[in-house]
């Protein structure tokens, strides 16, 4: 019976909420998805790998960001399956979703944080867009949820920006 259970194959189910474009309201969060796993990693590296004068409140400040990045992941994902889609299997998948980029070298503190503030104001730009498209649709949940998650990134983008000031 166990074996059975398991080898169940996955499918996309289309849930009876009444809620009209699941499908591009997901495809909008997997993008969203895509960029915050992108954005953690680059941010955990930062807290990793930072140096210089002010090496402790940034290492303080990014672990608090990819702590929270974490979280929203899981959150984000959850919402693509509660219409009815699948999140991104890969990191190939996830990167075919993705604005944000890959890092390729180490930076300086100054080039981290300006990459990590960059990232937060895209990832805002396209949460504002979920947060339309979901509103357009009558999508009150995920247009909460990018909002949340909207005035997290544009607050961690002024905080990074403050502290990067000279």
């Given at each position: 019976m166990t074996s059975a259970v398991l080898k169940a194959e996955p499918k996309i189910d289309q849930p009876q909420t009444g809620l009209s474009a699941n499908s591009g309201i997901a495809t909008a969060l997997n993008?969203?998805?895509?960029?915050?796993?992108?954005?953690?990693l680059?941010?955990?590296?930062?807290?990793?790998?930072v140096v210089g004068p002010l090496f402790q409140p940034i290492h303080e400040l990014t672990e608090a960001q990819y702590r929270?990045?974490?979280e929203a992941i899981d959150t984000?994902?959850?919402r693509i399956r509660a219409l009815g889609e699948f999140a991104p299997v890969s990191f190939?998948?996830?990167?075919?979703?993705?604005?944000?980029?890959?890092e390729e070298r180490l930076r300086p503190a100054s080039g981290m944080l300006a990459q990590l503030i960059d990232d937060h104001e895209t990832l805002a730009r396209r949460?504002?867009?979920l947060a339309a498209l979901a509103g357009d649709h009558g999508?009150?949940?995920?247009?909460?949820?990018?909002?949340?998650r909207l005035a997290f990134?544009?607050?961690?983008?002024?905080m990074l920006r403050a502290t990067a000031s000279d």
């Amino acid at each position: 019976m166990t074996s059975a259970v398991l080898k169940a194959e996955p499918k996309i189910d289309q849930p009876q909420t009444g809620l009209s474009a699941n499908s591009g309201i997901a495809t909008a969060l997997n993008g969203v998805l895509a960029d915050s796993v992108l954005l953690m990693l680059k941010t955990q590296s930062c807290h990793w790998n930072v140096v210089g004068p002010l090496f402790q409140p940034i290492h303080e400040l990014t672990e608090a960001q990819y702590r929270d990045l974490f979280e929203a992941i899981d959150t984000l994902a959850e919402r693509i399956r509660a219409l009815g889609e699948f999140a991104p299997v890969s990191f190939t998948d996830m990167l075919t979703h993705a604005e944000l980029s890959e890092e390729e070298r180490l930076r300086p503190a100054s080039g981290m944080l300006a990459q990590l503030i960059d990232d937060h104001e895209t990832l805002a730009r396209r949460l504002r867009e979920l947060a339309a498209l979901a509103g357009d649709h009558g999508d009150g949940a995920t247009e909460d949820l990018a909002n949340a998650r909207l005035a997290f990134h544009e607050q961690a983008a002024w905080m990074l920006r403050a502290t990067a000031s000279d």
